[in-house]
């Protein structure tokens, strides 16, 4: 019997088009963007971290560099995803690593995609 792949409930940071130019992610999961679903635009890449943790999200974000490190600190898991691709490739990607994710407890994690 074939298991079923787990639903994560994902943030897109500021940087990231609008979750309708991702249709796989966003059939499969909850997906939420931070200015356009959630109203934070303009947050602190803190304020990004701490939202996640509050409401249990993985980020997916451009903003590496300042991120991981929240992430970790705050036990966040992160997603980096390099500037240079596009989003219908971004959204096969991000697919294949979420598939290849069996944890269930955020960690701080970090995944560059690239």
Known sequence: ??????RFK??????LPRRDKYPQ?????????????????G???????K???????IVITKNIKHLRKLGEEH???ILG???TLAP?????KIMAVLQKMKFKKMKGRFTKIT
Request: charged letters at 35%.
């Open 43 to 49: 947050a602190s890449d803190e304020e990004v971290i």
């Open 75 to 77: 036990n966040v898991d």
């Open 10 to 15: 994902l943030l897109l940071d500021e940087m």
């Open 25 to 41: 992610l966003n059939n499969y999961h909850n997906i939420r963007h931070i200015a356009h679903d959630l109203k934070e635009k």
């Open 81 to 83: 995803v390099v500037e």
């Open 88 to 92: 219908e490739q971004l959204d096969k």
């Open 1 to 6: 019997m074939a298991t079923r792949q787990r």
């Open 51 to 57: 939202l996640a943790k509050k409401l249990g999200r």
